[in-house]
T-cell receptor
Framework: GENVEQHPSTLSVQEGDSAVIKCTYS??????FPWYKQELGKGPQLIID?????GEKKDQRIAVTLNKTAKHFSLHITETQPEDSAVYFC??????????????FGRGTQLTVWP | KAGVTQTPRYLIKTRGQQVTLSCSPI?????VSWYQQTPGQGLQFLFE???????NKGNFPGRFSGRQFSNSRSEMNVSTLELGDSALYLC???????????FGAGTRLSVL
């Protein structure tokens, strides 16, 4: 099955700096890549997603890039704020395949933004 | 629009008991998936339902089962609980299998 690796496991940045989280996947058939933010005591919240026919997608301070050839995708957060502190998960899925909507998750990155 | 609702939020059970968790998806969503989250294994897929049919199942023992009702609400059941079943159980709903999934807050299960 699909294997998603995520780095780093922890990331500390100063408020206003940028944060980058990277993920790699193993199955070239994967074609949908969402990112989730999970705060303490809450479920994962979808923050941005990208499909394999797009190389980059941006939503305000958040952007995701995808390199299909290298099978890696990254989350970029600019102008970080303390409220961005949370655990971030990347995931991969094969839409239209036998695994249907199943998401394969990375192990998560604990992002801490210091004021 | 209300989000995904999971009940109860917290459960404490003892080994050997069984438990039923409930999930109400976002209105209009017909696909429901369940995931188990633990510090050791991370987020792992349990199963996926669409229109009352189980469409996909993860690599969990038969003690884990689920179902979906005609109103898209879903339940999962774990029988003969083991200590290792302690986890946060998350439910996610989507309009269809190829659409984004939105998670509930989860049910925290502790097995003593």
């Amino acid at each position: 099955g699909e294997n998603v690796e995520q780095h780093p496991s922890t990331l500390s940045v100063q408020e206003g700096d940028s944060a980058v989280i990277k993920c790699t996947y193993s199955d070239s058939a994967s074609n949908y890549f969402p990112w989730y933010k999970q705060e303490l005591g809450k479920g994962p919240q979808l923050i941005i997603d990208i499909r394999s026919n797009v190389g980059e997608k941006k939503d305000q301070r958040i952007a995701v890039t995808l390199n299909k050839t290298a099978k890696h995708f990254s989350l970029h957060i600019t102008e970080t704020q303390p409220e961005d502190s949370a655990v971030y998960f990347c995931a991969a899925s094969i839409r239209g395949g036998s695994t249907l909507g199943r998401l394969y998750f990375g192990r998560g990155t604990q992002l801490t933004v210091w004021p | 629009k209300a989000g995904v609702t999971q009940t109860p939020r917290y459960l404490i059970k003892t080994r050997g008991q069984q438990v039923t968790l409930s999930c109400s998806p976002i209105s209009g969503h017909r696909s429901v998936s369940w995931y188990q989250q633990t510090p050791g294994q991370g987020l792992q897929f349990l199963f996926e339902y669409f229109s009352e049919t189980q469409r996909n199942k993860g690599n969990f023992p038969g003690r884990f089962s689920g179902r979906q009702f005609s109103n898209s609400r879903s339940e999962m059941n774990v029988s003969t609980l083991e200590l290792g079943d302690s986890a946060l159980y998350l439910c996610a709903s989507s309009l269809a299998e190829d659409r984004p999934q939105y998670f509930g807050a989860g049910t925290r299960l502790s097995v003593l």
